[in-house]
């Protein structure tokens, strides 16, 4: 189907607001754009949902500490754990750019959620970003009591950038031994820095652009053929095999969209149990704007849902 008027609306009002083109923008400039625009942008994803505990604080990381936010759905229970890591094309965002949809996501799923602060490029180049990821996911796995977790039954995942980094971080735990993870959810995630497929060409403009991914790609990483490696393009892994369950989320208006789906179907062909869903009409980023975009808040139960099933029993890789 062509562009559903709502996320039509949305971009029609994006592009109403001017200025800079992403590509021709510094990252301090765009972090600055974002931060003076952060109160409108939070509204699209709906209330800010209460949760029964919240705490941000750090955690060791490979360079420096990595802040997270955590938040409890319920007190004194040994709940599973959520690994949240936001988008950002690697060069921005932050905590309270997820914090409603990691709040909603706790409450709908009744887990802790820790929402993941790494570093960014091109400040911190690839794999700054990855291996932050995968600390997390890995300190939470043994130090569970921490969290008053349940250390059995974790899951990463994460939109866009984050998308890239919740299946990197399951790469690395599979190759290195461990944590063993439950489920991997991936929200339009960016997974192949070489993506001509049609999608690409299809909806060249909506949100996203060739110009715009290749400014990502390049802060990110320091030459194309980096950029190639599987931990910084996950399709490229020569093997899938021993990789967590998934939930793709794609949207159809969405550049990313082939890229996501063609990385779905290369874990079903390793033997990975795949769920892949394509959401009609919907834009990159609509994930976040469950209050004006009504797929957002489809996706956002169907993510719901899948996790509380997937986090139900506790069975992750190698467990």
Same mark, same amino acid.
């Given at each position: 189907?062509?562009?559903?008027?709502?996320?039509?609306?949305?971009?029609?009002?994006?592009?109403?607001?001017?200025?800079?083109?992403?590509?021709?923008?510094?990252?301090?400039?765009?972090?600055?754009?974002?931060?003076?625009?952060?109160?409108?942008?939070?509204?699209?994803?709906?209330?800010?949902?209460? =949760? !029964?505990?919240?705490?941000? %604080?750090?955690?060791? $990381? +490979?360079?420096?500490?990595?802040?997270?936010? #955590? /938040?409890?759905?319920?007190?004194?229970?040994?709940?599973?754990?959520?690994?949240?890591?936001?988008?950002?094309?690697?060069?921005?965002?932050?905590?309270?750019?997820?914090?409603?949809?990691?709040?909603?996501?706790?409450?709908?799923?009744?887990?802790?959620?820790?929402?993941?602060?790494?570093?960014?490029?091109?400040?911190?180049?690839?794999?700054?970003?990855?291996?932050?990821?995968?600390?997390?996911?890995?300190?939470?796995?043994?130090?569970?009591?921490?969290?008053?977790?349940?250390?059995?039954?974790?899951?990463?995942?994460?939109?866009?950038?984050?998308?890239?980094?919740?299946? =990197? !971080?399951?790469?690395?735990? %599979?190759?290195?031994? $461990? +944590?063993?993870?439950?489920?991997?959810?991936? #929200? /339009?995630?960016?997974?192949?820095?070489?993506?001509?497929?049609?999608?690409?060409?299809?909806?060249?403009?909506?949100?996203?652009?060739?110009?715009?991914?290749?400014?990502?790609?390049?802060?990110?990483?320091?030459?194309?053929?980096?950029?190639?490696?599987?931990?910084?393009?996950?399709?490229?892994?020569?093997?899938?095999?021993?990789?967590?369950?998934?939930?793709?989320?794609?949207?159809?208006?969405?550049?990313?969209?082939?890229?996501?789906?063609?990385?779905?179907?290369?874990?079903?062909?390793?033997?990975?149990?795949?769920?892949?869903?394509?959401?009609?009409?919907?834009?990159? =980023?609509?994930?976040?704007?469950?209050?004006?975009?009504?797929?957002?808040?489809?996706?956002?139960?169907?993510?719901?849902?899948?996790?509380?099933?997937?986090?139900?029993?506790?069975?992750?890789?190698?467990?």
């Amino acid at each position: 189907m062509p562009l559903h008027p709502q996320s039509k609306a949305i971009l029609d009002a994006l592009a109403a607001q001017g200025g800079k083109p992403m590509e021709e923008s510094s990252p301090a400039e765009i972090r600055a754009s974002r931060a003076q625009n952060a109160a409108a942008m939070a509204e699209l994803a709906g209330p800010e949902q209460p =949760v !029964a505990r919240v705490q941000n %604080r750090t955690i060791p $990381g +490979p360079a420096e500490p990595i802040p997270i936010r #955590v /938040y409890w759905s319920a007190a004194g229970k040994k709940l599973p754990v959520f690994v949240y890591f936001h988008g950002g094309g690697w060069v921005f965002g932050n905590i309270d750019t997820v914090d409603r949809v990691c709040r909603a996501l706790a409450n709908a799923v009744g887990c802790i959620v820790v929402n993941v602060e790494y570093r960014l490029a091109p400040e911190h180049k690839f794999p700054a970003a990855a291996e932050d990821a995968y600390a997390v996911a890995a300190y939470v796995a043994a130090h569970a009591d921490e969290f008053d977790a349940d250390g059995s039954r974790i899951a990463v995942g994460g939109d866009s950038a984050g998308g890239n980094l919740a299946a =990197v !971080a399951c790469l690395m735990a %599979r190759d290195k031994g $461990g +944590p063993s993870l439950a489920f991997q959810l991936l #929200v /339009y995630p960016v997974v192949d820095s070489e993506d001509n497929r049609p999608s690409v060409e299809e909806n060249e403009g909506n949100l996203l652009s060739r110009a715009v991914m290749r400014y990502f790609w390049e802060h990110y990483t320091l030459s194309p053929e980096q950029a190639r490696q599987p931990y910084a393009s996950p399709i490229n892994a020569k093997s899938l095999a021993g990789l967590p369950p998934a939930f793709v989320i794609t949207a159809e208006c969405d550049p990313l969209r082939d890229q996501g789906e063609a990385y779905a179907r290369r874990l079903q062909e390793a033997g990975v149990p795949v769920q892949m869903k394509r959401y009609a009409g919907a834009i990159h =980023v609509f994930f976040q704007m469950g209050a004006v975009i009504d797929s957002g808040r489809e996706a956002m139960a169907d993510a719901a849902a899948a996790l509380r099933s997937a986090l139900a029993t506790g069975a992750g890789v190698g467990a």
